[in-house]
């Protein structure tokens, strides 16, 4: 019987070992291949499926502005019965991809907090509502201060109240907040301006419980606004009437949803049965140009939300101020 050679064992040995490392290495560069391939296949998908929601939101931005110019070509007033107020469904684009739902809100159915400040002074009127506003809503009347505050810090202002006549020119300016001259040299921002209810985190005591109370009722636009008496809560037209009782307000709401629509400012007005009222204290009017769109993309994998705010002028297509897209 013939013996092996030790120097064949060994190289048979050998190729055993080096077919294992070469099917090894193949395996890990498959399984590379693979997992880029994987890799590339759900990139593919996942930027599939951000266009399709982009197109989404864009869809229901143009279906809003629509909505809010085909309204106001149909007639003068903002009703809670008009096309805007219903809410916006588009169908998904494909596979994976979800539907746009959303809705849009009339913003001067609350009150502006731009409105405590009136041509670069503070309005103490508009002051006063918005802290009985506070009361109704239960918010801390300290808070609704702290509020306030923050708010009037982030625009320009001029102490002199309205309506007073300047000082002349002396020649002379101290620099002071008290000198003649600084009358009529507003005082400058101290604070961010504010775009929404959300940059009032900031504010001490503010939390997102709070900000969730207010929202249904406050907001914060770029200019002064009046509120719209056939979109307003009670609670809103309690705060903006003075005198006006919150259950009066509840009775004139019901009456008003019930498809009795206020026609004009003299019409709510004469419907408050309130006299004693001097009529350039009641900013209530029937119609509104500013509105917020709140939407989102929910798809398989991920949700994509929009805030926007639009603006509708009596002329033109309604136009986006800002908007915000978030997953």
């Given at each position: 019987?013939?013996?092996?050679?030790?120097?064949?064992?060994?190289?048979?040995?050998?190729?055993?070992?080096?077919?294992?490392?070469?099917?090894?290495?193949?395996?890990?560069?498959?399984?590379?291949m693979l997992t880029r391939q994987t890799l590339f296949t759900r990139g593919l998908e996942s930027e599939q499926l951000r266009v399709q929601g982009s197109w989404q939101l864009q869809g229901g931005?143009?279906?809003?502005?629509?909505?809010?110019?085909?309204?106001?070509?149909?007639?003068?007033?903002t009703r809670l019965d008009q096309n805007w107020a219903r809410p916006i469904q588009l169908a998904a684009l494909g596979p994976g991809a979800g539907p746009f739902e959303g809705r849009l809100e009339d913003e001067q159915s609350k009150f502006n907090l731009r409105n405590l400040l009136a041509n670069d002074r503070l309005d103490p009127l508009q002051i006063e509502n918005f802290q009985r506003l506070c009361e109704l809503?239960?918010?801390?009347?300290?808070?609704?201060?702290?509020?306030?505050?923050?708010?009037?810090?982030?625009?320009?202002?001029?102490?002199?109240?309205?309506?007073t006549a300047?000082?002349?020119?002396?020649?002379?300016?101290?620099?002071?907040?008290?000198?003649?001259?600084?009358?009529?040299?507003?005082?400058?921002?101290?604070?961010?301006?504010?775009?929404?209810?959300?940059?009032?985190?900031?504010?001490?005591?503010?939390?997102?419980?709070?900000?969730?109370?207010?929202?249904?009722?406050?907001?914060?636009?770029?200019?002064?606004?009046?509120?719209?008496?056939?979109?307003?809560?009670?609670?809103?037209?309690?705060?903006?009437?003075?005198?006006?009782?919150?259950?009066?307000?509840?009775?004139?709401?019901a009456e008003r949803d019930s498809g009795q629509w206020f026609i004009n400012q003299g019409d709510f007005i004469n419907r408050l049965r309130m006299p004693q009222v001097p009529a350039d204290a009641?900013?209530?009017?029937?119609?509104?140009?500013?509105f917020r769109l709140q939407g989102q993309v929910r798809g398989e994998r991920r949700r994509v939300k929009l805030l926007a705010l639009l603006h509708r002028?009596?002329?033109?297509?309604?136009?986006?101020i800002w908007s915000r897209v978030g997953v």
């Open positions: 019987m013939t013996a092996r050679s030790p120097t064949a064992a060994k190289q048979r040995g050998m190729a055993i070992i080096s077919a294992l490392l070469i099917a090894a290495v193949v395996a890990v560069i498959a399984g590379g931005m143009e279906v809003s502005r629509q909505r809010l110019w085909e309204d106001r070509q149909r007639d003068v007033l809503l239960g918010v801390n009347a300290t808070l609704g201060q702290r509020i306030s505050q923050r708010v009037i810090a982030s625009y320009p202002r001029l102490l002199s109240p309205e309506g300047s000082p002349v020119n002396s020649g002379f300016h101290s620099g002071r907040d008290t000198s003649p001259e600084a009358a009529r040299k507003p005082l400058l921002a101290k604070q961010p301006m504010l775009r929404s209810l959300d940059d009032l985190l900031g504010v001490n005591g503010v939390d997102e419980k709070l900000l969730a109370r207010l929202e249904p009722f406050v907001t914060i636009l770029p200019a002064n606004t009046w509120v719209n008496g056939n979109t307003a809560s009670a609670e809103v037209l309690a705060a903006t009437v003075p005198g006006l009782a919150l259950p009066r307000a509840k009775a004139l709401i009641v900013r209530v009017g029937i119609t509104s140009e500013w002028s009596e002329d033109n297509m309604p136009r986006v």
